[in-house]
């Protein structure tokens, strides 16, 4: 009779489904997991480190680059934490535009997040069906900040620019012309807020496409039902937020429990999960995709009524317009000291946590009265929930495991920061 023993499998980190450089010792009984060690560090960031030496305006970018799915909302917390220690209120409407990007980039980070989970445990259309929407929220990000992705668009003090009048336009090519090129354009008329209308009358629609391919199908409940089970009480002592945290059934979001930026205003729901599955964590990013479109529909009408400025008026914090910087030496000299030696932040300590896709995303700095923090520390969510990897995997298969590390949704650039 064969001997039967215990197999070590390195999972990763070149392995596709393992969502960045994640390498996984997995000690097998079979094809059973009896243990799972993730090893990290693979990465190397080092954004908390290179912050220190960088003044508070020049690390707005490598937020971007921690999570790369999910960019303004780290940028959000991270102007939160600079705002706090700052002691400035930002004008109102920029508070709008911060969550209606916010959310439209929960929106991206979901589609993202489908696309992949569901390619990984063997769905191929979704994934092609999730990157026609981000591709049109991707086209909002480069028409307010010019980048597709790393955007830089919040600044402690407000946003970078009000949202810009006019959409840009596909151009006649080999690929778009006559009436498909007209369909293209068709929602690119007017100006970025009449384009995020159409985007959310439209986008309902879209998330039902999604469901008709997976929600009811039987191969998709198979690999999702009872997999990755956590209770209640397991996903608070693991330290567990967002959707993980949702899916077992506790309804906390700091949108509601601890509103910032204008989310009070907002007219929003909080989905939760019955069984603590991987299928229920689904449901909730499902149900969370039509919130965020609703919100970002308020968004739109609060900020069509209400012009204004979007950024203070404090010259020490943020720059003089191009305009008043031609004519004024005083606001020349505001932005060569701005963008040179930068501004300084009183000394002392913030926290400053977000509601971000994948959980509480938190910004920690203290500063000790300089151009730069002292020290700053990130709490991101996904860093938190793969420590729960091992527990949540045991006894379940191989195949298995990608489902886990899916719906975990791990992106690497935030954990090895």
């Given amino acids: 009779m064969a001997e039967i023993r215990n197999y070590t499998l390195n999972f990763g980190p ?6 960045g450089v994640l390498r996984l010792v997995l000690e097998l009984d079979g094809e059973v997991i009896q243990r799972a060690d993730p090893h990290i560090g693979l990465l190397h960031r080092a954004t908390e480190k290179l912050a220190e030496h960088k003044t508070f305006l020049q690390s707005v970018p490598y937020m971007d680059r921690l999570d790369y799915v999910s960019m303004m909302c780290n940028e959000h917390a991270y102007v939160l934490a600079i705002e706090r220690l700052l002691g400035i209120e930002i004008p109102e409407r920029a508070k709008y535009i911060r969550v209606m990007f916010d959310e439209v980039t929960r929106i991206l980070n979901h589609a993202l997040w489908l696309g992949a989970h569901a390619l990984d445990i063997g769905a191929m259309t979704v994934f092609l069906y999730c990157f026609r929407e981000r591709e049109d929220l991707m086209d909002a990000y480069e028409a307010v900040s010019g980048a597709r992705m790393h955007a830089a668009y919040y600044r402690p003090g407000g946003v970078y620019r009000d949202l810009p009048e006019r959409m840009p336009q596909y151009r006649e090519s080999p690929w778009k012309k006559g009436g498909n090129l007209k369909r293209f354009n068709a929602w690119r008329e007017g100006s970025m807020l009449d384009y995020l209308d159409a985007f959310t009358d439209d986008f309902p629609e879209r998330v039902a496409e999604y469901e008709s391919l997976l929600t009811d199908n039987r191969i998709w409940k198979q690999r999702t039902v009872g997999i990755g089970v956590i209770s209640p009480e397991k996903a608070q002592s693991w330290g567990m937020t967002g959707a993980m945290l949702r899916g077992s059934g506790i309804a906390w979001d700091l949108r509601k429990k601890q509103p910032y930026a204008s989310y009070a205003e907002m007219d929003f729901d909080i989905p939760v999960g019955v069984n603590g599955d991987c299928y229920d964590r689904y449901l909730v990013r499902m149900e969370e995709m039509r919130q965020s479109n609703r919100i970002i529909k308020q968004c739109v009408k609060w900020l069509r009524a209400n012009p204004g400025p979007v950024m203070v008026q404090n010259f020490k914090v943020a720059p003089p317009s191009r305009a008043g910087m031609k004519e004024d030496m005083e606001a020349l000299i505001h932005h060569f000291k701005l963008f040179t030696e930068g501004f300084h932040v009183p000394p002392g300590e913030a926290y400053a946590a977000v509601e971000h896709p994948k959980g509480e995303f ?20 996904d860093y938190v929930h793969l420590q729960s990897l091992d527990e949540m995997a045991r006894g379940h298969m191989i195949a298995d495991a ?3 590390i899916g719906t975990q949704d791990i992106v690497f650039g935030s954990i090895d920061r």
Avoid: E, F, M
């Fill in 14 to 19: 070149q392995h596709p489904a393992a969502h």
């Fill in 362 to 381: 938190g910004i920690y700095i203290v500063s000790d009265g300089a151009n730069k923090p002292y020290r700053l520390k990130i709490r991101t969510p």
């Fill in 402 to 404: 990608v489902t886990i």
